[in-house]
């Protein structure tokens, strides 16, 4: 499935369920402090960026986030919502150890190469940045709960530890790699704008401005969400679409 429409960049987070995805997206919206429950399917929440802020070039961009479920159940079955991404968060929650080690899971899922699962403390994590670095999109690490271990810092893919319950302030360190990491998503897609992106397939079955549109709560076969009519500048920066839900 590609992005909801032509205008927009498509960008995935991913990460074990329960991580805190939802929260952390809703936290770049610029709408924290919610508990939600785990996701089924994908949801896509809209957010506002200010490409290459404080240059000539700076523009107001619309960003997707794609934030796909993580339970293992239906983790092969995610794959389906990767088209036309051109760029990926992976999160971990800094309290669960496991969400950390299982990166490497979801980076193969995103560049098809086999690794085994990684932590820290492995020497093969140094591996694991590379791939990172080397990915065909860009990659943002990201952990998650960092109230809850204010003491721990970064280790060497960490890019950066946040608290989702909290505004992510305007200048800050935080704001600041996640700005530089959304303009290189956006250079991608100004780069592939006349050839098919990374994640494209032999057909379509979205055209671009494509009215989503359905009789309820689900997406039909044909990948129809209810009642959202997504052109660049109709929708609200904070429109959460729900997808494949039950």
């Known amino acids: 499935m590609s992005s909801l429409d032509e205008t927009s960049t498509k960008i995935l ?22 508990n939600y429950d785990s ?15 404080g240059t ?13 479920g993580g339970m ?24 669960n150890k496991r969400s950390e080690e299982n990166l490497a899971t979801w980076l193969t899922m995103l560049d098809g190469k086999p690794r085994a699962p990684k932590t820290s403390k492995d020497p093969a994590a140094v591996a694991l940045k590379v791939d990172i670095e080397s990915c065909n999109i860009p990659v943002l690490i990201v952990g998650t709960k960092a109230d809850l271990v204010p003491h ?17 302030l305007r ?20 780069r592939t704008s006349l050839s098919s992106s990374f994640f494209a397939a032999n057909s379509r079955s979205m055209t671009p401005n494509t009215s989503i549109a359905g009789s309820g709560p689900n997406v039909t076969s044909s990948g ?22 039950s």
Not at 156 to 168: G, W
């Open 171 to 190: 200048g800050s360190a935080n704001s600041i790699t996640l700005a530089r990491f959304f303009d290189s998503c956006l250079d991608r897609t100004r």
């Open 72 to 95: 293992v159940a239906h983790r092969q079955a995610a794959q389906v919502f990767f088209e036309g991404a051109v760029g990926a968060i992976l999160v971990h929650d800094l309290t």
């Open 152 to 168: 721990k810092g970064p280790v060497s893919y960490d890019r950066l530890h946040i608290d989702s319950l909290k505004n992510i």
């Open 224 to 245: 129809a969400a209810s009642n959202a009519n997504v052109t660049n500048r109709t929708m609200s920066p904070f429109t959460t679409i729900p997808i494949g839900q």
């Open 13 to 34: 987070v991913l990460g074990d369920s329960c991580v805190g995805k939802t929260s952390l997206c809703h936290c770049i919206a610029g709408e924290p402090g919610r």
């Open 39 to 53: 996701t089924i399917g994908a949801t896509v929440i809209m957010a506002w960026h200010e490409y290459r802020a």
């Open 56 to 68: 000539p070039e700076q523009r107001t961009e619309l960003l997707e986030l794609w934030d796909i």
